[in-house]
């Protein structure tokens, strides 16, 4: 079943001028689908019972591609590790992420419009869009932090 933000994604594939593949279609759907925020590892082992020969290096270029065309959204956790999301349409949030346990609570809340326009008139920029990540402990590995330290 495609949903509206596979629909979209590939549809801005195509209008960039890129095939839409069975990959690369495996792997829109595959994170369109997602009520997570999976890694590179979680997106190849759940399209390969869909494509048994796909390999890694095809998922990594793919996943590369969609960053580039600004399709996919990456969130970094722990430092070094990548979780992705499919950009949907008219959908505008951001994200906590707990440094304890790697949670990622999404939130629609967004104060950055009231401050743009000033941010704007200081730098001479003109903003087209914004992304906002909060990094910190989540209530559950507050309580283990307050343990520990106890």
């Keep these: 079943m495609i949903n509206n933000a596979s629909k979209a994604a590939q549809e801005e594939l195509k209008r960039k001028g890129y095939k839409l593949t069975g990959p690369r279609i495996a792997i829109i759907n595959y994170l369109a689908e997602s009520q997570e925020h999976p890694d590179m590892q979680q997106i190849f ?12 290096a095809t998922v990594y270029r793919t996943l590369g591609l969609l960053l580039e065309l600004d399709i996919l959204r990456a969130i970094t956790v722990n430092k ?6 499919l950009k949907k349409p008219d959908d505008h949030h951001h994200h906590l992420v707990c440094t304890g346990c790697s949670q990622i609570i999404e939130f629609g809340s967004c104060s ?39």
């Design 112 to 150: 950055f419009k009231h401050i743009s326009s000033e941010i704007e008139t200081v730098t001479r920029y003109s903003i087209e869009d914004h992304t906002l990540e909060a990094y910190g402990l989540c209530p559950q590995c507050q309580g283990d932090f307050q343990v520990e330290r106890g």
């Design 80 to 85: 070094n590790q990548l979780l992705y999301e």
């Design 45 to 56: 082992a759940g399209i390969r019972a869909e494509y048994p020969g796909i390999g890694m």
